[in-house]
């Protein structure tokens, strides 16, 4: 009892870390508190539809459901790496990637941390409003009008801008509460749609080329992609976990967050859809749980927003990283505010939503690239260690330098490469190798090792540190 009094208070404390590294005694967080927040910000109607994606692209029930793990295999255990590092080193991830991309060459990264995350807090919010005017027709109120939606997208905003504000105790306080029972209701969903839906687990359509294709469009969507694109958000949580947790602890209980939630609502999708169902969530619903669907949807609706806490939070931790002199709060004030004149811009309409909705879904494109220099950097170049204190110096007197251009270089040269053998879902994102090699997307793949690569090659020329190097060998070698 001592101990859950102890956090509840601690949850109502607001949380007035901002980007310097978390002190141990303010390291409370256990690897427990850390799965829910994880699981909570994949158990989301998202991953039901991708999961669907398989049986949609012509896969059958187990050929979708063999991606799904094997991919989330992979992804999550880069996952479980970047979360490592915020562990080790009780920094945020956009902070962290100044030893790579030197003191303001980090501007880079976090620019694109901050506005992908805003964007995602607008389309977030604004898809479980859609979701919410859906559950009103079903109840019979047919025509919710503009005031409706106003009403219930600032609500659910409001909600979601207290928990970022007051900080990551009392996102860690709801993820925990709230976690385990929308658990137990995609584990009665699961029930009720297998003992409704006819599971077809053999049939599919995509043959030769085109299953392979399937495949590669899979893996990007939501296997090894899916853990790719939690990348950036990583330490900004695990920051938080005691410092006597070990290294082994943190990866398997982040690696297993992510990986349990997404495969496990993934193929729940796909076991819906191979009954000839379609895609959308509400029509998947529907189909397997008919008037139950109603109670379901309401709290299933849970993980949008137990995702945009983390959105919220980590977009004003990415604002901080660009050396921004405010308290967080404050500065979650106005991010805050920005993204709920996205979310009213995007209720007048909607479909500029979707296909802003549809641009962010092609996320891994630019996190992979980032991914492949942080990797060199940090597993081939520091061996796992890095100087957190030189990640705050001066740009003049930080040993990572100003601006590291091996590390700008090599992300824009993943980038490039990525977009150019990916398939996104609108055709500025539709690469011109991927649709010479009938849409096959492995841009998640080619973007990260183009972009390590380069690092790898450019590194011992362009950075600081390899230049202080060869001056310092020099100097011994005319003394």
Not at 468 to 478: G, Y
Request: glycine share 10%; charged share 10%.
């Amino acid at each position: 009892m001592q101990q859950r009094g102890s956090e509840q208070a601690e949850a109502g404390v607001l949380d007035i870390h901002g980007i310097a590294p978390i002190r141990s005694e303010d390291r409370t967080s256990t690897p427990r508190q850390q799965f829910w927040i994880w699981a909570g910000a994949n158990i989301a109607p998202i991953n039901w539809v991708l999961g669907a994606l398989g049986i949609v692209l012509g896969l059958s029930l187990v050929e979708t459901t063999i991606v799904l793990v094997v991919g989330n295999i992979a992804g999550c255990a880069l996952f479980g790496l970047f979360c490592v590092i915020g562990h080790r080193t009780g920094v945020n991830q956009m902070v962290l990637s100044r030893a790579a991309f030197g003191r303001r060459g980090a501007y880079f990264p976090a620019v694109i941390q901050l506005v992908m995350t805003m964007g995602w807090l607008g389309v977030n919010t604004w898809v479980v409003l859609d979701l919410v005017l859906g559950i009103f027709k079903h109840m019979g109120y047919h025509h919710p009008g503009i005031a409706t939606s106003y009403a219930v997208g600032i609500g659910i905003m409001a909600v979601q801008v207290v928990i970022a504000i007051v900080g990551f105790y009392l996102i860690q306080s709801f993820e925990k509460y709230t976690v385990p029972i929308a658990g137990l209701i995609v584990l009665a969903m699961t029930g009720l749609a297998w003992t409704k839906v006819h599971i077809v687990w053999l049939h599919g359509t995509a043959h030769g080329a085109d299953k392979v294709t399937a495949i590669t469009q899979l893996l990007t969507a939501i296997g090894v992609g899916w853990g790719i694109t939690w990348l950036t958000w990583s330490a900004d949580y695990t920051r938080f976990i005691k410092p006597t947790v070990t290294d082994r602890r943190v990866f398997w209980t982040t690696w297993s967050a992510i990986l349990i939630p997404t495969v496990w609502l993934g193929f729940l999708g796909a076991s819906i859809a191979s009954s000839g169902t379609g895609a959308d969530p509400a029509d998947l619903v529907t189909a397997a749980f008919g008037a139950a669907s109603v109670p379901i949807l309401f709290l299933i609706m849970h993980g949008p927003v137990a995702t945009n806490i983390l959105n919220l939070y980590s977009a004003t931790l990415a604002a901080l990283s660009l050396d921004v002199k405010a308290a967080r709060w404050k500065v979650c004030v106005v991010v805050s505010i920005i993204g709920t004149g996205v979310l009213i811009w995007f209720i007048h309409s909607a479909s500029w939503a979707t296909r802003f909705d549809n641009w962010l879904s092609s996320v891994v494109l630019w996190i992979s690239a980032w991914a492949g220099v942080m990797c060199v950097d940090y597993l081939v170049v520091r061996r796992g260690k890095i100087d957190v204190d030189a990640l705050y110096a001066p740009p003049d007197s930080s040993i990572y330098g100003d601006v590291n251009w091996a590390a700008i270089i090599g992300m824009i040269g993943g980038l490039a490469a990525g977009w150019a053998w990916g398939y996104g879902l609108i055709p500025a994102l539709q690469g011109p190798i991927a649709k010479a090699t009938h849409d096959i997307d492995i841009s998640w793949l080619v973007g990260f090792g183009v972009a390590a690569g380069l690092y790898f090659f450019l590194r011992p020329f362009l950075s600081k540190e390899s230049q202080v190097a060869r001056e310092d060998t020099h100097k011994e070698q005319t003394t």
